[in-house]
């Protein structure tokens, strides 16, 4: 039997896959339209995007679900849809793997709104949005589920309730960090350090503790995070920063980091112990071919550690 992603990256890192969204843009999705729908429409541009992860190295595959919850869907009118959209999203990413024994890690994004009293959703209301969402992945047979580019606590438990109630056999919760403008540190939209994530993540059961996305979040400040994730958790850590920060250029948002650049973050990354690396907005199938070239060096010469009895760099 295949082995728990937890457990798995506990013996040695895994590398994740780069971003969707944007990658969705260039295959021809209108800004402000529906891309979850195309696991329904056009599942061969979502395979390709996947194929030429897996191609480049990746792991690890993060379902194009990321707006699939019923509380999304519905600003698209795709209500209709929501158990297919999630589980062809299943359905596209374990294809992608062809006969490579890849995780699928089913993606559950923020509902994009605010809770009462500050906005117009009950917990209630999304709770059973994210139930219908995990349920909908964990059936289509998802390894994972990762609850991402969180920026509130509440809205976390909710997702990691959600995914213990599907029976998910390994939960992810990954929040969204912004750089202070004074540049000293780095939190939440709504003010979450990284510690006080970490210790609600294991108190609440979850598997693996991560980041994605935020602003000024690059490689870096990634590292950062996740020494300070280590300080207060044993849990394995993920790590998916984006390539660098958005530019309007031409009203199209554009990147700009590119692998080189980016990938010369990734070896102090992977010494500090993260055990889970990708990228998230910007980055495309080179970002992942750069950083799978860099990680087999380093899982390389890390054997070479064991062989020669000096295992000391172990990611544990
Ligand atoms: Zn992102």
């Given at each position: 039997m295949k082995m728990l992603l937890q457990d798995a990256v506990r013996e040695q890192p895994l590398l994740g896959d780069g971003a969707m969204g944007t990658q969705l843009?260039?295959?021809?999705?209108?800004?402000?339209?529906?891309?979850?729908?195309?696991?329904?429409?056009?599942?061969?541009?979502?395979?390709?995007?996947?194929?030429?992860?897996?191609?480049?190295?990746?792991?690890?595959?993060?379902?194009?679900?990321?707006?699939?919850?019923?509380?999304?869907?519905?600003?698209?009118?795709?209500?209709?849809?929501?158990?297919?959209?999630?589980?062809?999203g299943v359905e596209v990413a374990r294809e992608a793997f062809g006969a490579k024994d890849g995780y699928v890690l089913g993606?559950?994004?923020?509902?994009?709104?605010?809770?009462?009293?500050?906005?117009?959703?009950?917990?209630?209301?999304?709770?059973?949005?994210?139930?219908?969402?995990?349920?909908?992945?964990?059936?289509?047979?998802?390894?994972?589920?990762?609850?991402?580019t969180q920026t509130s606590l509440e809205e976390l438990l909710i997702g990691i309730e959600a995914a213990q109630a599907a029976g998910s056999k390994c939960i992810i919760?990954?929040?969204?960090?912004?750089?202070?403008?004074?540049?000293?540190?780095?939190?939440?939209?709504?003010?979450?350090?990284p510690e006080r994530a970490a210790e609600f993540m294991e108190e609440h059961g979850a598997h693996i503790v991560a980041l994605n996305c935020g602003t000024g979040m690059e490689m870096e400040r990634a590292r950062d995070a996740v020494e300070r994730y280590k300080r207060v958790t044993k849990l394995p850590v993920m790590v998916q920063p984006n390539a660098g920060k958005p530019q309007l250029i031409n009203m199209k948002v554009v990147y700009d980091e590119t692998p080189e650049q980016m990938v010369k973050g990734l070896l102090p990354l992977l010494k500090t112990g993260a055990?889970?690396?990708?990228?998230?907005?910007?980055?495309?199938?080179?970002?992942?071919?750069?950083?799978?070239?860099?990680?087999?060096?380093?899982?390389?010469?890390?054997?070479?550690?064991?062989?020669?009895?000096?295992r000391e760099s172990q990611n544990l």
């Open positions: 843009m260039i295959a021809g999705l209108e800004q402000g339209n529906c891309g979850e729908a195309w696991n329904l429409t056009h599942p061969e541009r979502v395979l390709a995007i996947q194929r030429r992860y897996v191609e480049a190295g990746s792991d690890c595959l993060i379902t194009n679900t990321f707006g699939g919850s019923r509380i999304m869907l519905t600003r698209h009118s795709e209500a209709d849809h929501v158990v297919e959209v999630n589980k062809a993606d559950i994004g923020p509902f994009g709104g605010l809770l009462q009293p500050f906005g117009e959703f009950t917990v209630e209301q999304v709770r059973s949005a994210f139930e219908e969402q995990a349920g909908a992945l964990v059936d289509a047979g998802a390894d994972a589920i990762i609850i991402e919760g990954s929040m969204a960090y912004d750089v202070t403008l004074d540049g000293s540190t780095f939190r939440t939209m709504m003010g979450i350090e055990n889970i690396v990708g990228s998230c907005c910007g980055s495309t199938p080179e970002h992942i071919r750069a950083f799978r070239k860099v990680m087999d060096e380093f899982l390389a010469s890390q054997s070479i550690e064991v062989n020669g009895g000096v």
